[in-house]
């Protein structure tokens, strides 16, 4: 079948829900908006990190941020339930509907690849565990254009 060209999944939290990460924060005792406060923060200091020259992976990022974050928000937590927010980020779940999305574009001729600000292992890890990583014929990281 010819390639009709080429569709670009952002992958977490779009392709994959950041719900866990958000009951993670909530189960702290923080309101259900501390997520988007936390990655806003996160991506603002990601963004401004690359514009001075360097460069720090997103799962690092998130890790000093969300101490910050609490603290912003007033919520006493220890080092520990810190740690498993953090890692909630690697236990996304797949978004309903995504793997026949992903079967109708193949089946239409299209490929897909996955850009995520997350590193490329974490990503596949991903994509593996919801069987969805098939449907994919590149990942493409932020973590790999500038690390290298």
Known sequence: ???KGTVAFDIIG????????RQSLISLGA?????ELWFAQSLRDAFALSYAGGYQPLIEVLAAELPRTMKLLGITAERT?????IASVSELELQPGALPAFQSLI????????????????????????EAID??????????????
């Open 135 to 148: 449907y994919f014929s590149s990942i493409f990281s932020c973590d790999a254009t500038f690390q290298n």
């Open 31 to 35: 309101p259900a908006h501390s997520l």
């Open 81 to 85: 339930q810190l740690e498993k927010a």
């Open 14 to 21: 779009t392709c994959f829900s950041l719900e866990k990460p």
């Open 1 to 3: 079948m010819e390639i």
């Open 107 to 130: 089946d239409a001729g299209w490929r897909i690849v996955a850009l995520t600000n997350g590193s490329e292992h974490s990503t596949r890890q991903l994509l593996e565990r919801a």
